[in-house]
């Protein structure tokens, strides 16, 4: 487990979001969408769909906006009933892929956040990137994942050690009509 620096230049840098407002659903799918090679930057999301100040944008609003919409698609992973829990469904039982997760974290405050996942395969580790973090991704080796408690864990270290509950998780591709081959 470490940190792993974002490009200084390219699209997953230019992903990050606007610090003062309630937009962390606008960031991960900036950075999905980034990770996926869509041109889909956090600036046209935002004018499509601005971030509330005081509460968060909810994923599927973001996700259902014009842009969103028409370039990327997105389902629903079913991660509540996994032995292990939801955290160790995500980071050990998805296959390979980005996926964005909304969590509760509970420390000094309780709040709902988002973060995306780049999944290397099930049982493989993956790459927590999540703005508010700055520039740099939380890498998940395969001795993060290989039990629930380890795997819960490194979520929580990158936390600062509050408990972080999986609720949602949603896995994301390129739209059909979006070339990905640059």
């Not at 004018?47 to 389902?75: E, I, M, Y």
């Not at 580790?125 to 408690?149: I, T």
Request: proline share 5%.
């Amino acid at each position: 487990m470490g940190a792993v620096p974002v490009p200084k230049d390219g699209a997953l840098a230019k992903a990050f979001g606007v610090q003062g407002k309630r937009d962390c659903s606008h960031v991960a799918v900036a950075i999905a969408s980034a990770l996926l090679r869509v041109a889909l930057p956090y600036a046209r999301l935002a004018a499509d769909q601005p971030p509330h100040r005081t509460k968060n944008t909810a994923l599927a609003t973001v996700l259902n906006s014009k842009a969103a919409a028409l370039l990327l698609s997105a389902s629903p992973e079913d991660v509540g009933n996994v032995k292990g829990g939801p955290e160790y469904a995500l980071l050990a039982g998805m296959p390979a892929g980005v996926f964005i997760a909304v969590v509760t974290i509970c420390g000094r405050s309780t709040e709902e956040h988002a973060f995306v996942y780049q999944s290397f395969g099930e049982g493989c580790g993956g790459v927590l990137y999540d703005g508010r973090k700055g520039q740099s991704g939380l890498q998940l080796d395969v001795q993060d994942v290989v039990r629930p408690q380890p795997a819960r864990a490194a979520v929580s270290s990158w936390y600062g050690g509050a408990t972080v509950r999986v609720h949602t998780v949603v896995s994301l591709s390129a739209s059909a009509a979006v070339d990905t081959s640059r």
